[in-house]
T-cell receptor, first 115, second 114 residues
Framework: EAGVTQFPSHSVIEKGQTVTLRCDPI?????LYWYRRVMGKEIKFLLH????????ESGMPNNRFLAERTGGTYSTLKVQPAELEDSGVYFC?????????????FGQGTRLTVV | AQTVTQSQPEMSVQEAETVTLSCTYD???????LFWYKQPPSRQMILVIR??????QNATENRFSVNFQKAAKSFSLKISDSQLGDAAMYFC???????????FGQGTTLQVKP
């Protein structure tokens, strides 16, 4: 079974440009999360999809960030325009629905560098 | 707001020895879950162990075990018989029962010396 896959693994862009990150969750996982880790700091929650709906987007830093989940399958996170402080590693995770300590499976992350 | 604190930025252990990584958290919820994730240099985060707050028994997974002290809001990870492959960054994480998002600690980098 394929795990959570993220593209690209690394992206270097100039300030002011646009970047789109993609996440393919594990098939059948209704829950999809985006997190990011800015250099040297803790991993912070960005948003949570349940199927195609945004369940919680309280962690989105500002309106330069736009997340979508087409048809409840893969998700994209667009940063437009990118700023220097957006540099970091962006993680995607997916999880089945249901109660209990169900595991969130993570992708390998996308390292975004804004220069 | 819930918070998770890992007070040890770095730890080291001799191969085959035992090491304990500390984690404390703050919450007013009664229903929650705690996790330890491992992130090796490959960057892929892997679940090491999980604990349901309603369970008094400490979780154990092979060489990994936790010391869950609910009243003290402490959730430490013990790694026994440390192996070179255990070298990684370890994150403690909290999830409230009625939400899906994880709240992470700052992480502890574990070095295993041969």
């Amino acid at each position: 079974e394929a795990g959570v896959t993220q593209f690209p693994s690394h992206s270097v862009i100039e300030k002011g440009q646009t970047v789109t990150l993609r996440c393919d969750p594990i098939s059948g996982h209704d829950n999809l999360y985006w997190y990011r880790r800015v250099m040297g700091k803790e991993i912070k929650f960005l948003l949570h999809f349940v199927k195609e709906s945004k369940q919680d987007e309280s962690g989105m830093p500002n309106n330069r960030f736009l997340a979508e989940r087409t048809g409840g399958t893969y998700s994209t996170l667009k940063v437009q325009p990118a700023e220097l402080e957006d540099s970091g590693v962006y993680f995607c995770a997916s999880r089945v629905s249901g109660t209990g300590a169900t595991e969130a499976f993570f992708g390998q992350g996308t390292r975004l560098t804004v220069v | 707001a819930q918070t998770v604190t890992q007070s040890q930025p770095e730890m080291s252990v001799q191969e085959a020895e035992t090491v304990t990584l500390s984690c404390t958290y703050d919450t007013s919820e009664s229903d929650y879950y705690l996790f330890w994730y491992k992130q090796p240099p490959s960057r892929q985060m892997i679940l090491v162990i999980r604990q349901e707050a309603y369970k008094q028994q400490n979780a154990t997974e092979n060489r990994f075990s936790v010391n869950f002290q609910k009243a003290a809001k402490s959730f430490s990870l013990k790694i026994s018989d440390s192996q070179l492959g255990d070298a990684a960054m370890y994150f403690c994480a909290y999830r409230a029962g009625n939400t899906g998002k994880l709240i992470f600690g700052q992480g502890t980098t574990l070095q295993v010396k041969p």
